[in-house]
């Protein structure tokens, strides 16, 4: 799957089990957004696109809709199977889904678009959904108005390189006079809670820049994220963390 980027492909295979631990669920008012915003219900033909291990697409299950899962990264199937045995898992890349034409009433990307936001995706988006077919484009944001989000940033920053980030902005470019309706955007305040090694630790040594990187380095951003564990003021001795987010989740619908 050449269409894969490299940070995405390395790093997803070899710490799909630290993502699974690590990242965050979404808030619970995102459910009335899927079935109000997205009209997402009983017998809904749904697709997650770059669904990872399914966390998201748990949710989607849970409306009762029809849902089939695309994820092109084995070590990410394997997991997404296991949570959820009862979905179809394709093995396929945004540009070309494994899809027929027009067969899809939602089509959701969870932390996912980002990586595969361009004019080649967009369109085969536009080929799989139904008319009036609905785009779902969610990402959970870290509030870096909090100083110890902002300081894990500046620590894994530095090793991004190349790899497509949601917070440059760069995602927007395909959408513009392209084949679906302009985006809405809907937002939830959101807390990852749970140990410092979970919501910190697990949680960006599962990026995928940091997962790809060599084993020495990655072990340097793992000490100096627990060097910031063990002494601000706000994570020293805490047994649980609250890490703060705010989850943007975006519409748009397919032009005809």
Same mark, same amino acid.
């Given at each position: 799957m050449t269409d894969i980027h490299d940070a995405a492909r390395r790093g997803f295979s070899s710490e799909a089990q630290t993502y699974e631990r690590g990242r965050p669920e979404y808030?619970?008012?995102?459910?009335?957004?899927l079935s109000d915003t997205l009209g997402i219900g009983p017998g809904t033909a749904v697709v997650d696109l770059g669904a990872g291990t399914g966390k998201f697409t748990s949710l989607l299950v849970a409306?009762?809709?029809?849902?089939?899962?695309?994820e092109p990264v084995a070590a990410m199937q394997a997991q997404?199977?296991?949570? !959820?045995?009862q %979905? @179809?898992? !394709?093995?396929? %890349? @945004?540009?070309?889904?494994p899809? @027929?034409?027009a067969t899809v009433d939602v089509l959701v990307c969870a932390q996912a678009f980002h990586w595969f936001a361009n004019d080649a995706a967009l369109a085969d988006m536009h080929?799989?959904?139904k008319p009036g077919g609905r785009l779902g484009l969610v990402w959970n944001v870290r509030d870096e108005s909090v100083d110890w989000v902002a300081e894990i940033t500046r620590i894994i920053t530095p090793h991004e390189g190349n790899a497509p980030r949601y917070y440059k902005g760069e995602w927007r470019r395909p959408f513009a006079g392209g084949p679906f309706a302009p985006l809405e955007l809907t937002a939830f305040e959101h807390?990852?809670?749970?140990s410092a090694k979970q919501v910190i630790l697990d949680r960006f040594l599962s990026v995928s820049f940091i997962a790809a990187l060599p084993a020495a380095e990655k072990a340097g951003v793992a000490a100096r994220l627990?060097?910031?564990?063990?002494?601000h003021p706000a994570l020293a001795g805490c047994a649980e963390i609250r890490f703060p987010y705010r989850t943007e989740a975006y519409r748009a619908v397919r032009r005809d």
């Open positions: 808030p619970t008012q995102i459910a009335g957004w409306t009762g809709a029809q849902v089939t899962a695309i997404l199977a296991r949570r !959820l045995p %979905v @179809a898992v !394709l093995t396929g %890349v @945004a540009e070309r889904m899809l @027929a034409d080929r799989v959904l807390q990852h809670v749970g627990q060097a910031l564990i063990d002494t």
